[in-house]
Structures are given as C-alpha cells and as structure tokens.
C-alpha cells in the first residue's frame, strides 16, 4: 500500500539534544513537507522540498534543519536551538501535480 | 497571512447542516480543506482552484469565491463521523509551496 510514514510516534528527549524525526513515502511524489502543530492551534510550515537535494525555508524554520538526498525521505531534525520543540510534527507530501497535500500520522515530540 | 476561519466552534444535532468559513486577504491560487480528528494527521477533504477546478468527497461542496477570496465548506446532513476539527490551507501560487492554515473551526456533532 502506498503512503506516508512518520517513525516514531512518540519521541522524549532532554533539553539540549538534537533529534531527527523520520518521512517516508512510497507515493512517488515529488514536494514534501514538514508542519508543526501546537495545542489547539493550526499547522505551520517549517521546511518544503520540491525536489531532491533542494528544500525552502518555512515560516518557522529556525532551530530546525532538514535533508533531502532520497526522493523518498524528507527527515527533519529539531536542534537544541528551538527554544519551545514540544510539539505535534506532521509530514505531508504532494501529488506529481502539486495540488492536494497528504499527510502522514505525525510525531509527537515531548522535550523536558 | 493567516486565512481566518469562523465560526471557531460549531454544535450541531446528527442530520443538520454545517457551513465554515475561510478568508483571505492576499489574492489565492487555491484553497484546501481538512478535518482532523484528535491526536490523529489531518484528513484531505477537498482542493479548489483559481479558474473553478475542484476535487473532494461527493458529500462534501466549498465554493471558491475568487473575487473574495473565500470559500465556505458546506457539510449536509451530517453526521456523528464528522465531528472534528476542520482547517482551511492556502497557497498564493500554483507552484509546490507549502500551505498557510487557519486556527481550525471545531465542529461537535451529537446524536
């Protein structure tokens, strides 16, 4: 079956560590993406990459960078420089149109 | 710019109808619709474009008004699966952007 996969679902770090959060899709599309959500609030982009070896900063880039080497896989790491991580990270990805976003099931990062 | 959504939450009774809102105040290329259920990945519901192409659920209408840039999802005859909270995202281009999401209307149906 193709779809968008985010591992793991649950992630607890310390203050002060990196941690890379996986995206994998098998859909074949080119873009991808990465929001965070926070309680009770919308989705905000943090990085886009339309294709292989390019990606675009989002509205909330900062203390976040991300990868693009594999068509199939847009990882995000959250640096010790985001002053707030905690937070719900979704990864979607477009179809070879560039229209309608699907997302995968997110990852819920806690930070203490 | 953030679009904004209304009304911010919604009760309705099983079988009534539900409209939400989204605007914007930059000129839009498209505008899609979500709902996303807690703790779960928002869920694509429709996409409509600048020029009057759309694609979504059959159940489900979002006019696109291009002059205002608005669009308003239409939910008939709802029912107890569509309660959650629905997003609207926009892109200004028609390129592989990402998408400028609303705060969310939260949309509770009971029996």
């Known amino acids: 079956d193709g779809g968008i996969t985010q591992s793991p679902k649950y992630l607890f770090r310390k203050e002060g560590q990196n941690v890379t959060l996986s995206c994998e899709q098998n859909?074949?599309?080119?873009?991808m993406y990465w929001y965070r959500q926070d309680p009770g609030q919308g989705l905000r982009l943090i990085y886009y990459?339309?294709?292989?070896?390019?990606?675009q900063k989002g509205d909330i880039a900062e203390g976040y960078s991300v990868s693009r080497e594999k068509k199939e896989s847009f990882p995000l790491t959250v640096t010790s420089a985001q002053k707030n991580p905690t937070a719900f990270y979704l990864c979607?990805?477009?179809?070879?149109?560039?229209?309608?976003?699907?997302f995968g099931p997110g990852t819920r990062l806690t930070v203490t | 710019q953030q679009p904004v959504q209304s009304p911010q939450a919604v009760i309705l009774r099983e079988g009534e109808d539900a409209v939400i809102n989204c605007s914007s105040s930059k000129a839009l290329y498209s505008v899609h619709w979500y709902r996303q259920k807690h703790g779960e990945a928002p869920i694509f519901l429709m996409i409509?474009?600048?020029?009057?192409e759309q694609k979504g659920h059959d159940k489900i209408s979002a006019p696109f008004n291009e002059k205002k840039q608005q669009s308003s999802l239409y939910l008939t005859a709802s029912q107890l699966s569509y309660s959650g909270t629905y997003f609207c995202?926009?892109?200004?281009?028609?390129?592989?952007?990402?998408?400028?999401f609303g705060k969310g209307t939260h949309l509770i149906i009971q029996p």
């Open positions: 990459s339309q294709i292989v070896n390019d990606f």
């Open positions: 859909l074949n599309h080119d873009a």
């Open positions: 995202g926009t892109r200004s281009g028609g390129g592989a952007d990402g998408l400028t």
């Open positions: 409509l474009l600048k020029g009057g």
């Open positions: 979607a990805s477009s179809t070879p149109g560039k229209r309608e976003q699907y």
